[in-house]
């Protein structure tokens, strides 16, 4: 979801175009508080805390 495709989008920020071309957004990381089944889009809230940093966090803990 965070990745980019082979299209050079990221699943996360769905058709937000900003988001997905500015060259001062793009490379930013957003967390959203739920993400859409199907397509992987953020929804709900997008600040950089809430669930998804925290399972971020604790998926890189795991890692050391």
């Known amino acids: 979801m965070f990745t980019r495709g082979d299209d050079g989008k990221r699943p996360i920020y769905g058709g937000t175009e900003k988001s997905q071309n500015d060259p001062h957004w793009r490379d930013y990381i957003l967390f959203f508080e739920y993400f859409h089944g199907d397509s992987g889009a953020g929804l709900g809230a997008s600040h ?10 604790l998926i890189d803990e795991s890692r050391r």
């Open 48 to 57: 950089r805390t809430g669930w998804s940093s925290l399972v971020a966090s």
